[in-house]
């Protein structure tokens, strides 16, 4: 292995690597893209997904993944064929970017800015409406999400912008809100920063301003990428990579550098009663990070979760683009993998109990949406490949929590990302569906939609896209009544 990516990562990995961190500059429509295979016949709908895509203003490049200006990508199945668009978010950071000039905040790349200036914005900074992250549906409106304090609302069939929604409340929410089955209400955590910092969960309905449902004061917020809800309780996993927030402004460092890796003071879990919003117990467990949270239920008076333990706050520095570009980068790093976690939580007597469910590496992780808020039994994500770092090949995987097995797909230079379970409305079976991903061959330099069949993970069919579309972060399936 050592010697391996030794010789591999000089040549292939810089090329290699760096294709899908290159910027896209077209946007276009096209309908009709060639299917190679057969769709299943009940798949139909839109996929949308989001990611950045505008490293680069005239002058230098932003710093960090996250940092890339949002574009949409839109994947349109209808009676067996599929239809392809892709448009930038017009924000106020793509226009500036596109006129040569980085002006906003953004997660890991700052403007030059005076200190004067800094003080003066320190808890209403000039912070970006970059919207790069996810893609979520309120009422009957479509929005892109970035942790930044306002997600943009898109038309789900031109791309194009229309506008902001509600201002949270907070410094920054997370791009993984969760949806209120009956309501269909956004429930969100946003953190606060000023001379109170608090974690501040709230509500927000279509049409409506957010409320906020329940609050909890911190000295030091951590940073939060996501949360678990089940039917009855909110877990809010505060992992140790804290800020201090009264130092940013002094700093005057991009934002997730200002946060810290403190392990001593382990991982703290706050749990509350979604039905009563009185809390319902603080947990302490071992110090570890994550982006994503899973799926979540309730087990009588246990609460159960899940999510992708990275152990430590390492993957943020290793998603640089310099490391990135590089080939050195998420799936090159020699720090270990991530796996999927289970948390259980005996709210009666107060006790914490987790583990590993699967020594599978795994990442960007979804469930068969019918499950939502139950417990569910497979997890689909994206897995690294040994030795396949150097010349991009990652798998998509499917994890059987119930035994650890995995099952993959993965073809050699191909990267594929978030895999988005679609359900057969004909079956019932948690399995019986489609996985969607977009997929990137480095070799071949293209991009194409691959349509898996959920159980078996085999191959049903694919359709090329117009052009290389850079890594992408998340994204949703919305189908057709
Ligand atoms: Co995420």
């Not at 974690?199 to 030091?220: D, E, H, I, N």
């Not at 152990?311 to 720090?335: E, H, M």
């Not at 090949?393 to 929590?401: H, M, N, P, R, S």
Request: with cysteine; aromatic share 10%.
């Amino acid at each position: 292995m050592q010697s391996k990516s030794a010789d591999a990562k000089d040549q292939p990995a810089t090329e290699h690597g760096r294709l899908g961190y290159s910027s896209l500059r077209d946007e276009v429509v096209a309908e009709g893209l060639e299917v190679d295979g057969n769709l299943p016949s009940w798949l139909a709908g839109t996929l949308l997904r989001n990611g950045p895509a505008l490293f680069e203003d005239s002058e230098r490049s932003v710093q960090h993944w996250f940092d890339g200006q949002a574009m949409l990508h839109r994947f349109t199945i209808r009676e067996g064929r599929i239809g392809y668009a892709n448009r930038f978010l017009r924000t106020k950071a793509h226009q500036a970017m596109n006129e040569g000039r980085l002006a906003y905040h953004e997660f890991a790349t700052d403007p030059c800015r005076s200190i004067f200036r800094r003080l003066m914005t320190a808890f209403d900074p000039g912070i970006t409406d970059n919207a790069s992250v996810s893609v979520a549906k309120l009422g009957d409106r479509y929005y892109a999400m970035t942790e930044a304090p306002m997600a943009v609302q898109f038309d789900p069939e031109t791309l194009q912008t229309l506008g902001y929604g509600p201002r949270v409340p907070g410094a920054f929410a997370t791009a993984h809100p969760h949806h209120e089955p009956d309501t269909g209400a956004l429930i969100n955590v946003a953190t606060r920063f000023g001379p109170r910092n608090a974690y501040r969960f709230f509500r927000q309905a279509p049409g409506t301003k957010p409320t906020v449902l329940w609050s909890k004061r911190v000295a030091k917020p951590g940073y939060v990428h996501s949360f678990a809800m089940s039917r009855r309780y909110i877990a809010h996993t505060e992992f140790p990579f804290v800020v201090n927030p009264i130092e940013i402004p002094l700093k005057g460092k991009p934002f997730i550098e200002n946060f810290r890796w403190e392990p001593e003071r382990g991982t703290r879990i706050f749990v509350w009663d979604r039905r009563t919003g009185e809390s319902a117990g603080i947990f302490e467990g071992e110090a570890g990070f994550a982006f994503h949270h899973v799926g979540a239920w309730d087990d009588g008076d246990t609460l159960c979760f899940e999510y992708v333990e990275h152990g430590t706050p390492q993957v943020i520095d290793d998603l640089y683009l310099s490391k990135l570009r590089a080939g050195d980068g998420a799936a090159g790093s020699s720090r270990p993998q991530p796996r999927l976690k289970r948390v259980q939580l005996d709210l009666r007597r107060g006790a914490l109990r987790s583990e590993y469910r699967s020594d599978q590496s795994l990442e960007l992780p979804r469930i068969d949406d019918r499950r939502y808020l139950e417990r569910y039994r497979f997890v689909y994500g994206i897995a690294t490949v040994p030795g396949g770092a150097y010349d991009g090949t990652e798998a998509l995987v499917k994890i059987d929590t119930s035994t650890g097995d995995a099952v993959q797909w993965s073809e050699p230079a191909c990267s594929p990302g978030e895999p988005v379970f679609v359900a057969d409305p004909g079956e019932d079976r948690e399995d019986a569906g489609a996985i969607l991903s977009v997929v990137l061959d480095n070799l071949q330099r293209r991009s194409f939609l691959v349509v898996l069949d959920a159980e078996t993970m085999q191959e049903r069919a694919r359709a090329y896209a117009p052009h290389v579309i850079p890594h992408g972060i998340h994204g949703a399936f919305y189908g057709r009544a």
